[in-house]
């Protein structure tokens, strides 16, 4: 079977980037049914970028910065071709994509959100988590369409939160689930058969 190939788009620190493409490795994961063709990041301060590249993985950055998003997501676009993707993955990419690009690759576009996305959308899932003092919150890995992570969801996974004594200790519990879970998803997705 030929690998799948993600591209996968960053903003930040890149973590879950990095998780993807350790489990691509020999022995990983997702080594016999994915392959890490780019990382892509709207910021060139990205750490991740920094990451993926001491990685030996190929990289782009296709500043977002005031650029009007038309004139930025046409970028893209291109800049992504050029890898031939089966999937992009949307790994803490801070941006919201327009329906221009997400007609483009609908059904081939997956993110990852630090919630549940049927309660809660948009940036700071655990804050919201911790600020609420919820006992457990969920990450929600789903297609992403027109909206800010209203597209259909894949899976769910808990991350128990009892006991958390602060912010950075929701983040870190919710983190370590996010990097296995996240490639437990993506890989029935490259096997071609959907969902988990
Ligand atoms: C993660 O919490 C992810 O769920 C959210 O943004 C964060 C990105 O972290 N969408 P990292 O860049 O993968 O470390």
């Known amino acids: 079977m030929?690998?799948?190939?993600?591209?996968?788009?960053?903003?930040?620190?890149?973590?879950?980037?990095?998780?993807?493409?350790?489990?691509?490795?020999?022995?990983?994961?997702?080594?016999?049914?994915?392959?890490?063709?780019?990382?892509?990041?709207?910021?060139?301060?990205?750490?991740?970028?920094?990451?993926?590249?001491?990685m030996g993985l190929p990289t782009v950055c296709v500043p977002s910065r005031g650029r009007g998003r038309e004139e930025f997501e046409r970028e893209l676009l291109a800049e992504l071709e050029r890898f031939s993707p089966d999937w992009i993955v949307l790994a803490g990419f801070m941006r919201v994509l327009s329906p221009l690009f997400v007609a483009r690759h609908r059904n081939r576009i997956v993110n990852i959100h630090p919630a549940d996305a049927r309660e809660y959308q948009g940036a700071h899932g655990y804050e919201w988590a911790w600020e609420r003092g919820l006992a457990a919150t969920w990450i929600t890995v789903h297609y992403v369409d027109e909206g800010v992570d209203t597209g259909e969801i894949i899976a769910l996974r808990r991350v128990?939160?009892?006991?958390?004594?602060?912010?950075?200790?929701?983040?870190?519990?919710?983190?370590?689930?996010?990097?296995?879970?996240?490639?437990?998803?993506?890989?029935?997705?490259?096997?071609?058969?959907?969902g988990l």
């Open 160 to 194: 128990d939160l009892a006991g958390a004594a602060s912010l950075d200790e929701v983040r870190a519990r919710g983190l370590r689930i996010e990097h296995g879970f996240f490639c437990q998803v993506l890989r029935p997705l490259c096997l071609g058969r959907g």
């Open 2 to 54: 030929r690998k799948r190939r993600l591209a996968i788009l960053i903003s930040g620190r890149g973590s879950n980037m990095e998780a993807i493409a350790r489990e691509t490795q020999p022995g990983g994961m997702l080594a016999d049914c994915a392959e890490v063709a780019v990382v892509a990041a709207n910021r060139a301060e990205a750490v991740g970028l920094r990451v993926a590249a001491e």
